[in-house]
Every structure is written in structure tokens, then in C-alpha cells.
């Protein structure tokens, strides 16, 4: 069975970090990308990061540049995503998500080239 866990979302101040987790299994981690997404209500699910670290290949998006790091331990098939510098317009609950070899992109990655998600875990950033 295949599975993605999120966890580490919380509720923090502007300015403020948290390292999101994601514990993947049923599926074979090193040949798939993994991306965060994020989604608030009412719009679209949005691309935040995807690593493939066998490729040494990491995207982030331009919201979250300089700000977001995302990395990988393979040996444990988890990805982390390390979030500071947090606004207000990072509120969202963020989804972690695998991507097969025939459709992994290393850049501006769409839902759609995902098969297997997460369950979400929710990010608030108080102002």
C-alpha cells in the first residue's frame, strides 16, 4: 500500500519556522520525485518544491525562494521541507506528493504529474 504521512505543520508567528515531514512507503522512493504542494481555499493547488535527489535535482517556487529548503534522507524515505522567514500568505495546508519516472518534472511541477498525495497537514502563520 502506498503511503505518504505528512506531519510538522503547526500554528506560528510571521517570522516564524517549521520543517515539514514526509514518511513515504509502498513505492520505490529513490526512483520518484517528491513535491510539496499547497492549497487554501478557494484556489488552485500550488507547486512549493519537488526534489529528486538521485538526480541532485531540486525547484523551488519563486514565493518561497531563498526562504524554503527542501531535502531528502533516502536511507529513511523521507523529504523534509524547511520553511522560514514565514508571512501570512504561507497559511495553506501543505501536501506532499509522489511523482513516477515517466512523469517527474524538474521544473514548475503540476499536480498532475503526481499519482500518490498525502493527507495535508495545515500551516498558520499569524500576522
Known amino acids: 500500500e502506498v503511503q505518504l504521512v505528512e506531519s510538522g505543520g503547526g500554528l506560528v508567528q510571521t517570522g516564524g519556522s517549521l520543517t515539514l515531514s514526509c514518511v513515504a512507503s509502498?513505492?520505490?522512493?529513490?526512483?520518484?520525485?517528491i513535491g510539496w504542494f499547497r492549497q487554501v481555499p478557494g484556489k488552485e493547488r500550488e507547486a512549493v518544491s519537488c526534489i529528486k535527489d538521485v538526480e541532485n535535482s531540486r525547484w523551488y517556487a519563486d514565493p518561497v525562494k531563498g526562504r524554503f529548503f527542501i531535502s531528502s534522507d533516502n536511507a529513511k524515505k523521507t523529504v523534509f521541507l524547511k520553511m522560514n522567514s514565514l508571512t501570512p500568505e504561507d497559511t495553506a495546508v501543505y501536501y506532499c506528493a509522489a511523482s513516477p519516472p515517466s512523469k517527474y518534472s524538474d521544473w514548475d511541477p503540476e499536480p498532475e504529474e503526481y499519482d500518490f498525495w498525502g493527507q495535508g497537514t495545515q500551516v498558520t502563520v499569524s500576522s
Open positions: 509502498g513505492f520505490p522512493f529513490d526512483d520518484y520525485g
